[in-house]
C-alpha cells in the first residue's frame, strides 16, 4: 500500500469532486484546496482553469476585487471552497459570532462573499479540517450563508460535500441533509458520529475514503507541488519538501 | 485641483471626527503610514467602510478608540490570525460591526459611482446578514415571477483613503489592476492618495500608463509616503511584512501589549 | 482556452445568422476588417447591439442586409453626417430599432457584468425612448417616497465583437482606457477580439501592461488584422480615414453607390 | 465698436452662462461650447476644468466610455450642452425623428445621452445655430428628453438656455416656458418670432445680445483659439487664422 500523508488524501478526495468543469477558484489561505485544484488541472490535461486569489501569478482579474464576484455571477466560476466557524446540518455556515449577536461569545473575521458565491457557484466544497462538535454545530448561531433556498429563490450554486480531516459528507439539496459518504482510512464511522454535532444520513456500510492513486501522488509530489511553492511555500515545502524558495525578486513595477 | 502635499498630515485634513471614511482591502493598497498619523492626531468616531474587507488597519483604529461604525465584509489577520482588537471589540459590546458580504460592497460602491439609490444583488435571502441590515431591502424582481431579490442603497462615504505606486504634479494616482480604487475615488465625495514616490511628466500623456491612472480629477490630495502600505502589501511592489505582523497579532493580543505596539509604532514618529 | 486564429474568417465562426452581438462605438476600437468579413460570407438577421452608439459598422451592416434589429443611443457618422443606410432603413420601415441611451446601454452591459437582472438608471422619465421600451420598467424606488426610477434588464450578447491594439497567444487582449470593451467581454457569453498585432510574453506578467489587459479567459477567438479598424480610428493608434469616410457617406447616399462601395471595399479581398 | 465674428459672439455668451462652475463637458462636433468653455477656464484663471469629449488629450476619462455619464451622475459635471433636431417651448429635444415613429419622414441619429444628462446636469445649455420653423417647433415628434419634469421626478438639471443664431433664449422651468433673454446685434426680435415655431414670453425692450469684451476676444484668438486647434483645427484655421498644424504624430503606442 502507497503511503501518503493526510492533506495528499484531502486533496485527492477534493479533486474528484471538482470532476470535468471550466473553472475552480481557490481563496486565501487554502493550501489543500489549492493542492486539489492543481492535481485536477493536471489530470486534465490544463482544464479546469485555476485561480489561486491569493496569487498575483496564479489569477487572470484585472477589474479589481470586483471581479471574483462578477465573474461567478456570470456563470463563469464552476467551482469554490467555503469554510465555516460553524457548519451545520443544514449546510447553513457561520463565518460570523458564537454567541448572542450583538454581545457574542467569540467573533470570527466575517462572512467573506460566502453569502453571494455560495448561491451561484455550481459546486461549493465546504472543506473544515477541525472535526468536532464545537465546529460541526446542530444549528448555526448566524447564518452567514444558508445551505439551501426556498424554491422560488434564484440560486444556481451550493453546497455539494464536507470534507474534513475524519470523512466526506455528501450534501443533497433535496433532503437539506449531509450524507456520510466516506470514512477517511484509519478513522472509524464512530469517531465521526461522535465528534459531529448535527445529524446526518448513513448507509450500513460507509465506504473508506478513496486512496489517492500512485499517478496522483506523483502529480502532486512533483509538478502541483511546484506550483504550489509559488503561493504557499512553507506548505510545499512541509508536505512536499520542496525546497523554500530565496525571496523571491518583486516583479517589475512601473 | 489636487494638492500634492508637502506633510503626510496636511493631505489628511479632510479626514475628521465622524467622517464616513472608506478603505481598500488589505492588498490593493492600505495608506497604512497615513493611518499612522490620523492615530497620532487622535481621530474619533470614525464611520469606517471596508471595500470589502480590512485587516491591520482597521484593528489598529478599532484598538486605538478612533472607530465608532465599521462596515465590512470581514476584519482579520489573515494567516496570521483573527483581529484581536476588533474581536475584543466586538465581543465586549463596544463597536457596531454593520456586517456585509464582498460583493454588496462593491456592488454599492459601484451604485454610488453611477449615480444609482440603489443596486440589486443576488444571494444573501436566507442569510442573517440580511436579516439584521435594516438598510437593505427585499423586493419582487419586476421582470420576474415570485423571484425575491435583495436592493442595496448606494454607498456614498466622505473620503475615500489608500496608498498606491505612484501619482504626478496634477494629482493623478496610477492604480494599475486595483480598479475598486477608481470605484472608491467614484463614490465618494473627497479622496486621498498617498503614493511611493511622484512620477515625473504626466501619467494621462501615455496611453499604457492612463489604462492604470484615477485622473487628479477625483483627488483632493497627495502627499508622498515611502512604503507607505507598510507592514501590508503594495502589490507588485513589496510583500507583506510578515515578522512584523507576527509581532503586532502577538502584543495586539492584549490592551497593554497593543498599548506597547501603539507606543513603539505609531507615537513614535520615527517609526512611522 | 481562447484559439489565435490563423485566419480572420476563422475567427468569426461563433458569429452566426441571427446572433445577438455586441460591437462598440465608433472611436473604441471597431472590428472593421472583420465586420467585412461578416459581410463576404452573407451573414443575415443580426441582433446587433451597439455599446452604446454605431457609425460606419451599423451603417454597412445594415445596407449589406445583414441587420433584422439594432439596440443602440444613436448611429451617425459624425461629422461625416447622418448614417445613410441607417437612415434610408428607418424611414423605409425595414428596420427595427430600439432606441436607447448611453447610460442605458453601458448599465444593462454592467447588470450582466454582474449578473444582476436588472440595473436602475436615472432620467429618461418622460421621455418617449422609454415609452417605445416594452423591456424597460419604472418602479417606486424602495428607498424613497414617491419617487419613480426606471429599472433596465441586463443586457447578455451572444457575441462581443472588437479590434484592439495588440493581444498575445495566451488570448490576453490589450485594451488600454477602453474599459467597456471588458464588461461587453464579461457581459457576452463569447468575445472575438481582432488585433493589430501579437505581443511577444504574457500581457499579465507586466503590472503595468495588466492594468489595460483583458485576460485571455473571456475571449474566445482572436485574429491579427493590421488596420483592422479602418477607417475608423484605433485610440492612440491611428486616427479616422476621413478621406475615405466622405467617399463613404457619398457612396452610401444612394442604393447605387452603396453597392459600388460594397464591391469596392468589402468583397474586393485585395481592398479589405 | 469691436469687429468679431458670429462665431466669437456665441462662444462669449456662452460663457457668460457657464458662471462660476468646476466642470464644463463639450460633447463632439461641438466648436463654438468648446470655444466657449475654453474661454471660461482662461478667465477663470484654469477654473472650471473643461474636458472636450472630442478629445484624447482634453478629458481625463479612463475608465470606458461610462465613465462621462457616471461622472455627471455624481454631481460632477456643472455643465453640458445639447442640441436638437427639434426643440419645443417647453424645453423637450428630439434626436430621434419627424413623423410617425414606425415608418419616419427623418431619421436623426439617436439620443445619444440626453435622456440622462438632461436630468442630471445643473446647467444645460441648448446649442442650436439654425433657427427655423423646421428647428424650434411647438411640440417636438420624439421626446428624446424632456424639458422639465414632474416634481416627484429626480432631477437635478435641465435647461437653462436656448442659444441661436438669431438670439438667446433664457429657460424657466417653472413656467415650462422660454424667455427671450436678447437678440444678437444686426438682428429684430420680429426676426426671431417670425423663426421660431414655438410660443415665449418677452419682455417690451428686449436687449441686444452683450459684445465680446475685447479681453475675451484677445483670449479667443489667443490661447483659446491655439488650444482649439489640437480639437478643431478647421474651425480653428477659419475663425481665428490658426495655421492648420502639420499632421500630428501618432502618440505612443504599446
Known sequence: ?254 | MPVVARRLEDALTAVTDGCVLAVPRENSGVAMAATRALIRRGIKKLHLIALPTSSLQADLLIGAGCVATIETSAVGLGEFGLAPRFTAAVTAGALTVKDATCPALHAAFQAAEKGMPFIPLRGLIGSDILKYRDDWRVIDNPFGDNDPIVLLPAIKPEVALFHAPMADRAGNVWIGRQRELATMAHASAKTIATVEKLHDGNLLDDPVLAAGTLPGFYIEAVAVAPRGAWPLPLPDHYPADGAHLTEYATLAATTDGFATYLDKFVHDRHAA
Do not use: W
Open chain 1, 1 to 254: 500500500m502507497l503511503e501518503f500523508r493526510d492533506e495528499e488524501l484531502l486533496a485527492s478526495v477534493i479533486a474528484d469532486m471538482i470532476g470535468d468543469v471550466r473553472h475552480v477558484a481557490v481563496g486565501n489561505a487554502s493550501p489543500i484546496p489549492a493542492t486539489a485544484a492543481l492535481l485536477a488541472r493536471e489530470r486534465g490535461k490544463g482544464r479546469p482553469y485555476v485561480s489561486l486569489l491569493q496569487s498575483r501569478k496564479h489569477n487572470f482579474f484585472t477589474d479589481g476585487g470586483r471581479e471574483l464576484f462578477d465573474c461567478a455571477g456570470q456563470g463563469r466560476i464552476d467551482v469554490f471552497f467555503l469554510s465555516g466557524g460553524q457548519i451545520d446540518g443544514e449546510g447553513n455556515i457561520n463565518l460570523v459570532s458564537v454567541g448572542d449577536r450583538a454581545k457574542p461569545r467569540m467573533r470570527f473575521p466575517g462572512s467573506f462573499g460566502s453569502a453571494y458565491l455560495y448561491f451561484v457557484v455550481p459546486k461549493v466544497i465546504l472543506f473544515r479540517t477541525e472535526h468536532s462538535r464545537r465546529t460541526l454545530v446542530p444549528r448555526v448561531d448566524f447564518v452567514s450563508a444558508p445551505g439551501t433556498s426556498p424554491p422560488n429563490v434564484y440560486r444556481t450554486g451550493g453546497p455539494m460535500a464536507l470534507v474534513t480531516s475524519l470523512c466526506v459528507f455528501a450534501f443533497d439539496a433535496a433532503r437539506k441533509r449531509f450524507r456520510l459518504q466516506s470514512v477517511h482510512p484509519s478513522h472509524t464511522v464512530d469517531e465521526v458520529v461522535g465528534n459531529t454535532g448535527f445529524d446526518f444520513d448513513m448507509v450500513k456500510d460507509v465506504p473508506i475514503t478513496p486512496l489517492p492513486s500512485a499517478d496522483s501522488l506523483h502529480l502532486m509530489r512533483g509538478v502541483v507541488a511546484n506550483e504550489l511553492a509559488e503561493v504557499y511555500p512553507q506548505f510545499a515545502s512541509r508536505i512536499f519538501g520542496v525546497p523554500s524558495p530565496a525571496k523571491r525578486r518583486q516583479s517589475g513595477s512601473p
